[in-house]
Nanobody, 111 residues
């Protein structure tokens, strides 16, 4: 199983980023997918989860109405559209499926 995140970077407060996670090695369309994040000195927390068919989504309260999770089962990819980013969104963002993790992509929100 491989999960490879991309799309992180430096963005100003109020800006947007779109993270992508490319999955391989398992039946992608059969499993829910999640994004987690870990800020320096803090625990890794769930940001968003999407069901295997994409019909159900769940978000952490801190990102609801700003972030959107989506997936493309044909491409075996999951995405996280992040709008109105805040400095407190600064973290390493991880893609998660089953008991596997990607290596993460760093998002830094700073002016």
């Amino acid at each position: 199983v491989q999960l490879v995140e991309s799309g992180g970077g430096l963005v100003q407060p109020g800006g947007s980023l779109r993270l992508s996670c490319a999955a391989s090695g398992f039946t992608f369309s059969s499993y829910p997918m999640s994004w987690y994040r870990q800020a320096p000195g803090k625990e890794r927390d769930m940001v968003a989860t999407i069901s295997f068919a994409g019909r159900s989504r769940d978000y952490a309260a801190s990102v609801k109405d700003r972030f959107t999770i989506s997936r493309d089962n044909a491409k075996k990819e999951v995405y996280l559209q992040m709008n109105n980013l805040k400095p407190e969104d600064t973290a390493v963002y991880y893609c998660h499926a089953l008991w596997y993790w990607g290596k993460g992509t760093l998002v830094t929100v700073s002016s």
